[in-house]
């Protein structure tokens, strides 16, 4: 009787204590599960918080670079680099313009901010590769000389205009039929697009620090150009020539072609209206906000006439690392050239 009863006991505690342990599991379980959600609600949040945080300082960056480019059009005249528009706003805590303001936020999270405006007509433009239905000597021959200084292969050129060509004539074809919309579709609207028309990631790469994607034919600003953009939109040209120029525009900015054209002090070289420009008109903003481990940044077209400056288009990115375009200074004009063909 009182082996049974042992027995009995010691069967009814290894089941309490299975009981309890099971109990034990299930509430770990349901807690770790609530935790978990409740760990992800907190990184949702978190990471909507830091979006809306960046989407309204970025856009308050940008509102910023239009104010700038606004007031530099009401003295008129050239725009060159001496131009406060085109000083880059290096890397930055936000809470120092906090300060500066006399106001106070909330400096727990580290925020950064950098930020420049790059003169895009200081570079070629895509759209001067046609003029009106046809293809343009004149923008086609610059782009020529273009490949030809950076090595690229003449077919890439060839296949880049032939489809510009055509796409130019789809969108005037779509505008007869009261569709301007679909020139979006049609017509490529930033450069990384152009993959779109032919070229491969190589050349395309090598063409981006001196091409421009602009909604109309431009014309070259002499004062804000790089060396291999003048050589390439000015027939006779040299490299010397164009560092010539840059040199003496440093010193004293370019307030006319006349001026360019003594500066240079080569009569074989011409600079024409037709071409080229001391002024300009569209400017693409850069801005970068950091928080943290996270990088924010955007790139915006700008289009300025007279004292409107309006917004063409945004592109906005995450990542992780830092992008060297958003940080790198101003240097359209100051690009190094590349390898030469000899």
């Not at 009787?1 to 204590?17: D, F, I, V």
């Not at 901010?113 to 239905?133: F, K, P, T, W, Y």
């Amino acid at each position: 009787m009182n082996l049974l009863t042992t027995r009995y006991g010691s069967r009814q505690s290894g089941a309490a204590l299975l009981s309890a342990m099971l109990t034990v599991t299930l509430v770990a379980s349901f807690a770790s599960a609530a935790l978990w959600q409740q760990y992800r609600s907190f990184q949702v949040e978190s990471a909507e918080r830091s979006r809306l945080q960046s989407s309204l300082i970025l856009t308050g960056a940008l509102d910023w670079a239009r104010l700038i480019l606004r007031e530099d059009a009401r003295t008129g005249g050239a725009d060159h680099l001496a131009e406060p528009w085109a000083v880059p706003l290096e890397e930055a805590r936000l809470s120092s313009f906090l300060a500066v303001d006399g106001t106070s936020g909330d400096t727990s999270q580290d925020a950064f901010l950098s930020g420049l405006i790059v003169d895009m007509q200081g570079r070629l433009n895509v759209a001067n590769l046609v003029e009106g239905a046809v293809m343009s000597e004149t923008g086609l021959a610059s782009f020529q000389r273009l490949f030809d200084r950076l090595d690229l292969p003449p077919q890439a050129l060839k296949v880049l205009s032939e489809n510009y060509l055509e796409a130019s004539k789809n969108v005037n074809a779509a505008a007869t039929v009261n569709a301007p919309n679909q020139a979006d579709l049609l017509l490529p609207q930033r450069l990384s697009q152009l993959l779109w028309l032919g070229l491969d990631t190589a050349t395309l790469d090598a063409l981006t620090p001196y091409l421009a994607m602009l909604p109309v034919r431009t014309l070259v600003n002499l004062n804000t150009a790089s060396a291999l953009v003048l050589t390439a939109s000015t027939p006779g040209l040299d490299m010397a020539g164009a560092e010539k120029l840059i040199a003496a525009r440093a010193r004293k900015h370019f307030s006319t072609l006349s001026d360019a054209t003594a500066a240079l002090g080569n009569p074989a070289v011409v600079f024409t209206e037709s071409v080229h420009s001391v002024a300009s008109r569209f400017f693409e903003v850069r801005g970068q906000l950091r928080l943290d481990d996270l990088t924010v940044f955007e790139r915006s077209l700008v289009q300025r006439d007279g004292l409107s400056v309006r917004t063409l288009w945004r592109v906005r990115g995450v990542s992780n690392d830092v992008p060297a375009s958003a940080t790198s200074r101003n240097t359209s004009a100051r690009t190094p050239a590349p390898a030469l063909r000899p």
